[in-house]
């Protein structure tokens, strides 16, 4: 597998850069400071067993997290001798311990080290970690009889009292049931060599781990504690321990949602076991290494990086906590943000008139779209099971005022800037790097809207609000204050942690390829679905009367005029026009192939792709895989026509699939300067799911999707309820959704506080037009600092070393709903089996950016339809696991791609019947 780091080299990219380096003793008291050294092996569950191990250490502290190539043996022996740690915990992983270095990195040598500072250092495995730990001492890592992956199970804890565990103080299992359950991700097993076939058996040493819990043990031998050490008769060895060092481990995952709140417990004992074993052992250890000053062979260089890496995981811990309470003064913002409103109340205008009458024919119109809550199109057809408000506003705008640009990113690096006199601004490789999200950044920072300025933005009335109170101020709730608004592709995980090798490194595809559009909008409307209300808002440089301010005043007069004329101006809706049910015989690639779409893998392809993944999952590479498929067509049209046929189209299936998410943007490139500079592009997306969304105060939410059936008409008959059920206690659908609901608290970890990564809900249905999804809620809290007032300091350096929620946003993407688990290797697999063909907008996010202290809501590019350059593009994919049937996958991508399709059948046929009409007509 490419894109391996080499084993002596510490990344420059660790989460956790720090300050300049200290190489100095820690002071005494902190000395036995229990430290943990958490060596990842590239998998996506290390950051909340990070935060696990964090909830059990006496200071709330962040274990000193390395991936498994980016540190040595020497390096290890060096952080124990000096006590910066004194244990070590070995992460889950893709791959198998025994294709040693590969995928295991320094964990092979660190378990095979002979000398006994490091050897007697306190270990604790998870999955693969546990794995890697029996195969160290002989015994079998195979593929597993019961392979599971976000599946719970009950473990069988053996019950008798081991003395020589209590003796260091404690058991692993101490304070846990006998019988709890437990998640598993594992696609291979610990065998005890005894149990191999005579004709392999070697001959070893006696037996040195013994086994602690068991899985899948069938009744029988519940009694005898599950089967002896494990075997082929017995049940899956779930935890070992060494009989001699303090080395310990365990196959199921302690950091899951599902093992909650045993888990903790677990680790938290290994903690106890570790801190008595040292009590014991220092002095003794001392002794032995004071005449042995050879042990720690790292150059002066190696030992700084290493004390820049302690210091540094050290400080955000202490800067977490020490900022909280910092009440520094803030800086005037430099940008002021005014608004007026108009009521919609008593009117039946929806955000569809609004958008219409204001920019249906404006360039570089944009829309995101809070459908489901659209007046009479949203039907928010959810059964109840989740009733919460899927999207309160809808913001839209298009070409505005002085501050207004139109941004493009290129793979290559490239950045283009434009502003509202169609002049390029800028147009540079980035930062040499070309990074979109710290263009992004570093701009949010500089337009940066108060938390004063936003409470205090005079709102002008326009409408009197009658009955209720009348609205002083923007909703608090409103995160939107001018800012980003665009479409990042699935490709901008390059500057993620998800790298992207393409064999054709060369090749001017990959490198003039889209990776981002983006609006920097100082105009926009915003529709406040639940209290009927429109808000003009415009985005000023702050000071004295300007001519700028008196044209964004001039805009809201007669922006809040035009939304009046919307209430009025009753226009023509998709509704009134299209039929709500086409009745189409043919299945949804005949509806395809018949107006000229092409699968990029047919139905065969495909197949032997779900295949392909499947294995790569037996193989323990992968826990799941979401691979997706393609429907293209070359569509050469007019720009005119071209225009108008997107617009249709989204008015169209914002009908016909209304969805939260949803949202329309019009990156055409006209004429000129920007028809030089930029793509011609369009995106139609009626997105049912949330990516992500951080608001004013650093909360994030994500709302993962995974788990999807077809509804049944007449929607809410007996069998569409059915349905519903079928979803609930599908085996595979859940352990679908519980894998990426670990998988983004993971995710949402790294940005995070301790202990604020939350799941307020798991495996919820929400319904759709067409379908029945199952959706889990995740939130956590970004530190303090990182929000809030400070960010309208404009001190570049306090305000560097907060973790900013671009850099959350950074963190968790790509979404994992659209990768599986453990994203890092599973996106190289995905990258292999889709041909190296990029994903580009599908599979990517869309979303507002804000300058109200950078909150932002990012959806997941899904049921949508691009065009660029020429060609359109539906994407549609699934999450492929051991349990996946490879003909209902194939069936799952033609249930999400059909609707999609149907619309744009639909209207291409209206439009041809518009321009028959017309020509008839002229012609007559
Ligand atoms: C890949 C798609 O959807 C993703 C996969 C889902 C699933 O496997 O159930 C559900 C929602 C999305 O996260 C798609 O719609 O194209
Ligand atoms: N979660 C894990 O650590 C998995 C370990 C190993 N790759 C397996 O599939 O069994």
Redesign the pocket.
Known sequence: MSGFKSVDTITDDFPNDGKAANCSRLDDDKQHHSRTLLID?Y?SYSNILAHVIAECQDNSSLPLTVRNDAISVSDIRFLVKEHLIDRIVIS?????PSSGICDSGVVDALLNAKDELVRGVPIFG???GF?AIAFRYGWDVVR?RHPKHGEVSEVTVKEEEDKEESRRGGLLFKGVPRVFNATR?????ALFPGKRKEAEKEVRGEEELVALAWADVVESEKENGGGGGGGEEGGTVMALRHKVYPQYGVQF?PESICTEPHGKTIVKNFMDIADAYWKEKRGEMEEEEEGNETTTTISEERKTVLMKLVNASRETQDKKSSNKSSNKKQKKSAYRLHAREVSLLDSPTRSEDVFRTLFSDKKNAFWLDSATADGSSGTNDSNGDNDTPRGRFSVMGCQGGPLWRRVEARMNGKLVVMNNQDEIVKSYHHGGNGSILEYMDEELKRFNVSEENFATCIVDEVNAVKDGESVKGLPEALLFACGFVGSLSYETREECDSPIFFANDSSSNSNTMVKAALYFVDQAVVVDHEKKMVYAMTLTEDGPETEDLFEALEWLATTTLDINRSLLNKVKHVADEMPKKTVVTQNCTQLAESIGFKWRDDKEEYMEKIKTSQERILD??T?EVCLTNALTRRDVGAYKQTRHLYRELYYALRERNPAPYAAFFDFSNGAGEEKAHFSDMYVCCASPERFLRCDQNGNLEAKPIKGTIARVEPLGCAEDVKAVRDLQTSVKDNAENLMIVDLLRNDLSLACEVGTVKVPGLLKIESYRTVHQLVSTVVGTLPSTSSGENHAEGNADDDDKRISPIRAFQFAFPPGSMTGAPKYRTTQIIHELENEQPREMYSGSVGFWSCRNKAFDANVVIRSVTYKDGEMKIGAGGAITRLSDPLEEWGEVELKARRIVETVAEVERKLEREREIKDYSSYA
Do not use: I, K, R
Not at 92 to 96: D, V
Not at 185 to 189: F, K, T
């Open positions: 092996n998998d889950p992983g893709p791959g198998t998870v999955c693969f794995q597993a991700y594992h696609s291979l097993e995952h323990g590479h826990y």
